[in-house]
């Protein structure tokens, strides 16, 4: 399956004063304006094929709509100062290893909450899903007029793309798994697969114990970094690799994964990330995401290293899509799916 053009939400974490509540600020959402998502429209926006999504969509949503609105010229142009005001301030931080004690603050949130929740999967959601807020769609910006907007699109989105992906595979692997969102949701669909989740954080550690412990899910996992990874993983031919916005982090350093995945030979290997070499800097949005993607230090050259792959016949590259759409600053949940030769 090639590529149609479209994207959706990225896990930088939005500035407070982009988090709108309608009831609260200038950004009310009107109701004779907003719209509907349909079926068709997600659809094109992940690549799915027509009528892939309607069964999908019904089990994640029900008949519930999700609900956005167009941005007055006013409001976007107000958003888009504040975009460039970010992208281009001089303490914009980049991602690298110096960040791996955040990376653990942020997760002992999570476990923290899902302790005290008794274990309540809603606490693992990570918090940049943020309820009410701005976002890119199909070379634009939007107000979301419906909660979670962002959040339960994606949902939509990696059901879709678990279904598609992982069904053969005997196991998953998820790297950089965080708070084991995706794990849990793995786990579920997949009753019948053990899901690994791995992480270089003892919180994601943790919490892959207590989803296994305490809601008797199929899991197991453990410390695991991208920059030297450790070759007892056990991976195998059979396997199902998974990074949902996590080598993004590495930059231009996705080498040592890279090989030892070319090492493992899994089945299939599948990256929702934000991916440079998609956007087209002749567009304005597409400009100003890559220029976010190179100030945070985002993934670099991995495309390019998966094609240089193909051409020596050492991969197949077996579907790449990107999705124009996301949070206000870039298109994170591009994707690229293909298998050692
Ligand atoms: C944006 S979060 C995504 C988490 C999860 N995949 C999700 O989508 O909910 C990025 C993740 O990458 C992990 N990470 C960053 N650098 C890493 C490294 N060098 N090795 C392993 N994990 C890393 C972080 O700890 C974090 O869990």
């Not at 994964?257 to 493992?264: A, D, M, R, V």
Request: hydrophobic share 40%; glycine share 6%; charged share 25%.
């Amino acid at each position: 399956m090639q590529s149609l053009n479209r994207k959706i939400e990225s896990p930088a974490s939005l500035p407070e004063s982009l988090v709108c509540d309608t009831a609260a600020n200038g950004w009310k959402a009107d109701a004779r304006r907003a719209r509907a998502f349909s079926t068709a429209e997600l659809e094109r926006l992940f690549g799915a094929l027509p009528g892939s999504l309607d069964r999908i969509y019904n089990a994640c949503l029900g008949r519930e709509p999700l609900r956005y609105r167009s941005l007055t010229g006013r409001q976007r142009d107000e958003l888009l100062l504040e975009i460039v005001q970010t992208v281009f301030a001089e303490d914009l931080e980049g991602c690298g290893s110096h960040r791996q004690s955040q990376w653990e603050k942020g997760w002992t949130w999570n476990l923290e909450y899902f302790v005290a929740s008794r274990y309540r999967l809603e606490a693992l959601v990570p918090r940049y899903y943020k309820p009410m807020v701005p976002f890119r769609f199909d070379g634009d910006l939007y107000m979301a007029a419906s909660r979670h907007l962002v959040r339960k699109v994606t949902e939509v989105f990696r059901t879709w793309l678990f279904e598609r992906f992982f069904p053969e595979v005997k196991d998953i692997f998820e790297f950089g798994c965080g708070s084991g969102f995706h794990v849990a949701r793995l786990a579920q669909l997949f009753p019948e697969k053990e899901v690994c989740g791995y992480d270089w954080t003892s919180a994601s550690c943790r919490i892959i114990e207590l989803l296994r412990r305490e809601k008797g899910l199929r899991v197991a996992g453990g410390h695991f970094d991208f920059y030297n990874p450790d070759k007892d993983v056990p991976v195998e031919s059979s396997s199902g690799v998974l990074t949902f916005g996590a080598l993004e982090q590495v930059g231009k350093n996705f080498e040592p994964f890279l090989e030892f995945l070319l090492q493992k030979r899994p089945a299939v290997c599948v990256h929702v990330e934000c991916i440079a070499e998609f956007y087209d800097p002749s567009r304005l949005l597409d400009y100003l995401a890559l220029a976010y993607h190179n100030r945070r230090n985002y993934l670099e050259g991995f495309w390019t290293a998966l094609k240089k792959l193909e051409e020596e016949n050492r991969i197949q590259i077996l579907a790449y899509h990107h999705q124009r759409f996301g949070n206000i600053y870039n298109d994170s949940h591009s994707y690229v799916v293909w298998r050692p030769l």
